[in-house]
């Protein structure tokens, strides 16, 4: 059951209205009930892995929050008696054995991540690596299917075990309780990485039907599923065409369908954030925002402080500062420069963000790139400062600030050639394309746009495409410039959005771009 | 060692770290108030100013900590 189908709208219905007419202190009950139908519909098989993250996390959870307790206590009793000393040493013993729980934790569940979904791809290499010295094995590939959305909750359910080590947040007692907060419905799928603190106090309280919040929930979802149905899905067909077979296209489809899967996957994946965060907001629950106009950014850092925020959010507390303070990246810091640990923590971050993606090594390269990229804009920030102020240009001009809009664009598109592609050659082979065999004719460009439909209605099948498009970056522009225009008039804007998505929606794609990882 | 004292060494270290020498800081001045300071930036400032203090800060109060006030309380416990 994916977010747009029929059967997720019967759910929904279904589960807000029992939701407002059973006593309020059973509503978390119904949320978590209503969660596990949701994953058991789309993913039943894998139920068995929902529920060993949850009761490991939860077990650790809870043992942690004990420590911390126990050392409190200790210290509190004997406070007259120890020495500032003997205080530190005491905190030690207790913080390592809190340690060893987590990485108990840590170990179990990244490890069963790491087993579904690299298992294959390491072996795939292993055997490469094996060829290579001349000796011909080839590993047995393992053939399943990764369970829906394991990316997304082992990344919650890990950061709640951090969070309570690090005595960020208490831990939650109640395993049913805490189960909801890992299975919730909106974010199982794809996120946000929500994080325990922020979400807590609002699952579990008591809410009231309130018919601003319907309102807004509901519009936010309409929003999500215009971006989904009307854009994103009726870029996908040339998109999928044109890269199912990229040698048999040229530069220019190649180029079309590289710009076309920015705005694709943009309103795939924010589409998705918008049903989902409409949805929660329906039942009093506002979760993190993921995405705040990423192609506005006029840097790559920026594009990733708007892009997917709560995985960069995610990748920054509990990987990147643990990697940079770290004893052994602090030396290496005093050893050869100070700039060496961020960039050590940020090649480490980049790399894992890349193969959080999938496993392949065209992941590896799209989070290479990036990471790269930001790396530079660090390594050179003041040389670019004073290339700025020796060249008069105005930091706050508008034309400058598009410019910047545009370079980063394209920065970020070249990247979609790698995490697009099926692998490192085709990919290859569509920057060639695109670089040296670029004819930007007329005839070429009729033919560009034959794989939206691969009949003569394809100029209308891409206008229509085009105005939707335009009609997403336009109410963005106004918002980025703080206009509000369109709040005004929500009815009339709940009409016309049903009315084109009625008319121009591509229905029965319903699957979701991040949903495969 | 002063309240005031411990400003003008925080001082001090913005200045150096984000390399500008116009930086005046405050009880409430926030990441939005200083030019530049992202996470890179964050974690660049909070090793300067354990090295200037000889503090140590754990990992929960470089992510949670709000305005320079809460770095000044954090040093004035320490010290």
């Not at chain 1, 840590?106 to 790491?114: D, E, P």
């Not at chain 1, 394209?410 to 490192?424: C, E, G, H, K, T």
């Amino acid at each position: 059951m994916t977010f747009v189908s029929f059967r997720f709208i019967i759910f929904l219905s279904s589960l807000l209205i029992t939701y407002f007419l059973i006593p309020k202190k059973y509503q978390w009950c119904l949320l978590l009930l209503g969660s596990y139908v949701f994953y058991a519909f789309a993913s039943p098989h894998f139920l068995v892995f929902l529920f060993i993250s949850t009761i490991v996390t939860y077990i650790c959870g809870v043992k942690l929050e004990k420590l911390s307790d126990a050392c409190s206590k200790r210290l509190e009793e004997e406070s007259d008696v120890l020495t500032k000393e003997q205080r530190k040493e005491l905190k030690m013993i207790f913080m390592r054995k809190k340690k060893l729980v987590l990485i108990i934790c840590l170990v179990i569940n990244i490890g069963v991540l790491g087993v579904l979904k690299y298992f294959n791809f390491f072996m795939d290499n292993v055997s490469s690596m094996l060829r290579f010295c001349g000796i011909s094995y080839e590993f047995p590939n393992i053939s399943w299917l990764l369970p829906l959305g394991i990316s997304f909750y082992t990344f919650i359910t890990v950061g709640y075990c951090i969070d309570v080590y690090r005595e960020m947040c208490k831990a939650q007692n109640n395993i049913f309780k805490y189960a909801l907060f890992v299975s919730f419905f909106p974010q199982i799928s794809q996120g946000p990485i929500n994080r325990y603190n922020e979400m807590s106090v609002q699952l579990y309280e008591e809410h009231s039907f309130d018919h601003i919040r319907m309102q807004n929930g509901g519009y936010r979802v309409l929003i999500g599923i215009f971006k989904k149905v009307v854009v994103a899905d009726r870029l996908g067909i040339y998109v999928n065409r044109v890269y199912g077979a990229p040698l048999d296209y040229d530069g220019l489809s190649l180029l079309f369908a590289t710009v076309f899967y920015a705005v694709q996957i943009y309103c795939d994946f924010s589409g998705y954030m918008d049903i989902a965060i409409g949805v929660s907001e329906m039942v009093g629950i506002k979760m993190e925002e993921n995405f705040n106009k990423p192609y506005f950014s006029r840097s790559i850092p920026e594009y990733w402080r708007r892009w997917h925020i709560t995985l960069g959010a995610w990748f920054k507390d509990y990987l990147f500062y643990p990697v940079i303070r770290a004893d052994w990246c602090k030396k290496i810091g005093k050893k050869y420069k100070k700039t060496v640990p961020t960039i050590i923590g940020l090649l480490v971050v980049w790399l894992t963000t890349g193969l959080w993606h999938g496993a392949s090594w065209h992941y590896v390269i799209h989070g290479l790139y990036h990471g790269t990229l930001v790396i530079l804009s660090f390594l050179f920030a003041s040389v670019f400062n004073n290339m700025k102020t020796k060249l008069h240009i105005n930091e706050n001009a508008k034309l400058f600030h598009i410019f910047q809009m545009m370079r980063t664009f394209v920065l970020v598109d070249i990247s979609y050639i790698f995490f697009r592609a099926a692998n490192l050659k085709e990919a290859t082979y569509i920057v060639n394309e695109i670089i040296f065999h670029l004819n930007p004719s007329k005839e070429a460009l009729k033919t560009a746009l034959l794989p939206f439909t691969e009949d003569n209605t394809a100029i209308a099948f891409f206008g229509v495409a085009m105005l939707a498009t335009a009609g997403v970056f336009i109410c963005e522009i106004l918002d980025y410039n703080h206009i509000t225009v369109f709040k005004k008039h929500k009815y009339l804007n709940v009409v016309i959005m049903l009315t084109l998505i009625l008319l121009f929606g591509m229905f029965g794609q319903s699957s979701f771009i991040y949903m495969q990882y | 060692m002063s309240r005031k004292e411990i400003f003008e060494r925080i001082n001090i270290v913005f200045r150096d770290v984000f390399d500008n020498g116009d930086i005046c800081i405050e009880e409430e001045t926030t990441a939005v108030d200083i030019k530049g300071w992202d996470s890179l930036m964050h974690i660049t400032l909070m090793d300067a100013i354990e090295e200037e203090f000889d503090i140590k800060f754990d990992m929960k109060t470089i992510i949670k900590l709000k305005n320079v006030g809460e770095i000044a309380d954090i040093i004035e416990e320490e010290i």
